[in-house]
C-alpha cells in the first residue's frame, strides 16, 4: 500500500522537535510461564525498561515473574486476580506514565510477536511522538483459519465505527501509545478491561482525532501454546462492544462526517501510513 503523505505536525522535527522521549515496554502477563523469560530477554538486550503486569497468573508463572523481577530494568506490578488483558495494560500504562515515560509499547507475554521489531516500532514513536504506532500483522501458517477469517468481522464492524478505513487492524496487540494522549483517554473511562481492549481504544483514539501509524510486524500462534481466549464468552464480550461503539459512532455521526468532509480543523487530522517490509 502506497504511503500516505505525512502530517507535519506530528513529525518531532516539525516546529524545533520535542522535548524528553522515555518509552518502556509494558507487558501484561496471565499464567506464560514458559515464553515470558525469552520475550523479556529480547526486549532486555534491546536496552528497554519493561513493566510486567501478572494479572493474577498460578504459582508457576507467578514464581517465573518473581526471578524476572530481580533483572535490572525489569519491574513488576501484580493484580490479586485475574482482572483480564484490558485491565493489565491499564496497570502498567498508568504506572508508566506515573513513572515518567512518554511512550509504552504494549505487546504480547506468549511471544507471538516479532520482538526485534519492538525497536522499530519505538524509533517510529521518536519521530511522530503523538501517534499511535500500531502493527499490522502478517500472519504466518500457524494462525487457526477460523481466527483468521473471523478478524475480517472485526475490522468491517471497526470501519463502520469510525466511518473510514483508517483503522487497518485493531486486535494485534503490539503498538506503541503516546502516553499523555492515552491516559487521557482512560481516565474519561469506558474502555473495555478483557479482550474487547485492544479494538475499543484504537476506535476512542480515532474519535479523539488521535494519529495512527501502521508498520508491518510478523505475527506467530503462539510459543507457549497457551490462549486466554474463550470462544462463547469472549465474543459475546465482542457482539457487546460493537453494539457499544457502533451507538457511539451514532452519537458522534456529525464530527465523523465533518471529518470526512474535510469540515473540521485538520491540523491533527488523522494519519494512516501502512508501512510493507521492515526498514
Known sequence: MANAEPVAADRADAAGGVGTFAPCVVIPVYDHEHAIAKVVESIRLQGLPILLVDDGSGEACARELQLLEALPGVSLLR?????????????????????????????????????????????????????????????DASIPRSRFYGRYLTHAMVWLETLSFAIVDSMCGFRVYPLNLTIALLRAGGVGSRMDFDTEILVRLHWRNVPMRWLATRVSYPLDGVSHFRMFFDNARMTGLHIRLTAGMLLRLPLLIGRRLGLTDTRAQLETEVRDGTT
Do not use: M, W
Open 79 to 139: 493484580h490479586p486476580v485475574n482482572r483480564g488483558k484490558g485491565a493489565a495494560v491499564c496497570t502498567g500504562l498508568f504506572a508508566a506514565h506515573a513513572q515518567g515515560f512518554t511512550h509504552a509499547v504494549q505487546i504480547d507475554a506468549d511471544g507471538q510477536h516479532t520482538l526485534s521489531d519492538v525497536r522499530r516500532f519505538v524509533e517510529e514513536a521518536r519521530v511522530y511522538p503523538r501517534s499511535v504506532i500500531c502493527g499490522r500483522p502478517v500472519f
